[in-house]
């Protein structure tokens, strides 16, 4: 499966954005997809993840309760709604993919990657 990740801009403290994954392949509703990001002089982190068919969702403790991770796989796209937005979220984007059915936070465990989409909130 091929990932493309867009949605990113520049956006002020306590905005809002939306990002999207999309997927190309018929199967992607068999795939678990998660949102990283990558912070300046920082490793790679783990945002939000969902489950490839029922929804399941998991969230890192600094996003939850401001992101939602969602999909549609009729529309073979995942979307991670970014709300309050901190200028510690201005990271690159990257959505990743696994086929799968467990939620997991491991880069290690993801083999399909997305370029990545900037997002910088401004103070």
């Known amino acids: 499966v091929q990932l493309q990740a867009y949605g990113g801009g520049l956006v002020q403290d306590g905005g809002s954005l939306r990002l999207s994954c999309a997927a190309s392949?018929?199967?992607?509703?068999?795939?678990?997809v998660a949102w990283f990001r990558r912070a300046p002089g920082k490793e790679r982190e783990f945002v939000a993840a969902?489950?490839?068919?029922?929804?399941?969702?998991y969230y890192a403790p600094s996003v939850k309760g401001r992101f939602a991770i969602s999909r549609d796989n009729a529309k073979n796209t995942v979307y991670l709604q970014m709300n309050s937005l901190k200028p510690e979220d201005t990271a690159v984007y990257y959505c990743?993919?696994?086929?799968?059915?467990?939620?997991?936070?491991?880069?290690?465990?993801?083999?399909?990657w997305g370029q990545g989409t900037l997002v910088t909130v401004s103070s």
């Open positions: 990743a993919a696994y086929e799968g059915i467990i939620l997991v936070t491991s880069i290690l465990r993801y083999n399909y």
């Open positions: 392949g018929r199967t992607f509703s068999r795939y678990a």
């Open positions: 969902i489950s490839s068919s029922d929804g399941v969702t």
